[in-house]
């Protein structure tokens, strides 16, 4: 069975901290997809990143980075110089890697950034 | 339109009735979703509908829980009898073949 924990209920951070995200993953398929979605208070989910299981390689955008460890199962999300607006509920996913199939979710992370 | 758009985005309704709740894809998504989030809770997969295949009913709680999606396009989730334990937001993705499902704002659903 797949299952993805995201230990942290809650972060508070003031504003221009960094702040780490964590997720750990089990599943028992070779290849996989990680995603990260972003839910701010409007409900609608926006996507992130999607990371093949096949590549390890740490990714940057902008003041986002996140940190695959397949060696942990982990696929950790930064958040540098965090701002207000980065202030959301956080879901790390997991999914098959092919074709089109159901994302199992973890519980996700609520972010808050105090000005 | 660009997104995918739920309707209703909140419903209250009494505990016994019948919901339907409705989801309006991305235009060219052959990929159809859709999740379940409690109160503190992650998201939890439903159904998936993909082209003209027999729809992926396996996350469906109970024979309440029904859904169909018309014309390979829009698609609605029924929901009979409810109750209170349904309490949740309802979420529609869509996507491409092997692509990344992008999610609506999602139907609130009450029930009293």
């Known amino acids: 069975a797949q299952k993805v924990t995201q230990a942290q209920t809650e972060i508070s951070v003031v504003e221009k901290e960094d702040v780490t995200l964590d997720c750990v993953y089990e599943?028992?398929?070779?290849?996989?997809?990680l995603f990260w979605y972003k839910q701010p208070p409007s409900g609608e989910l926006v996507f992130l990143i999607r990371?093949?299981?096949?590549?390890?390689q740490n990714e940057i955008s902008g003041r986002y980075s996140w940190n695959f460890q397949k060696s942990t199962s982990s696929f950790n999300f930064t958040i540098t110089a965090s701002q207000v607006v980065d202030s959301a509920v956080y879901f790390c996913?997991?999914?098959?890697?092919?074709?089109?199939?159901?994302?199992?979710f973890g519980t996700g992370t609520r972010l808050t950034i105090i000005p | 339109g660009a997104g995918v758009s739920q309707s209703p985005s909140n419903k209250v309704t009494e505990k016994g009735k019948d919901v339907e709740l409705r989801c309006d894809p991305i235009?060219?998504?052959?990929?159809l979703y859709w999740y379940r989030q409690s109160l503190g809770q992650g998201l939890e997969f439903l159904i998936y509908?993909?082209?003209?295949?027999?729809?992926?009913k396996s996350g469906l709680p109970s024979d309440r829980f029904s859904a169909e999606r018309t014309g390979g396009s829009v698609s609605t989730l029924t929901i009979q009898r409810t109750q209170q334990e349904d309490s949740a937001v309802y979420l529609c993705?869509?996507?491409?073949?092997?692509?990344?499902?992008?999610f609506g704002a999602g139907t609130r659903l009450s029930v009293l």
């Open positions: 993705a869509s996507s491409r073949p092997n692509g990344i499902q992008y």
């Open positions: 509908f993909q082209g003209n295949s027999a729809p992926d």
């Open positions: 599943t028992r398929d070779t290849t996989y997809y």
């Open positions: 235009s060219g998504h052959t990929a």
């Open positions: 996913a997991l999914g098959p890697n092919f074709g089109n199939e159901k994302l199992t």
């Open positions: 990371r093949n299981s096949f590549d390890e």
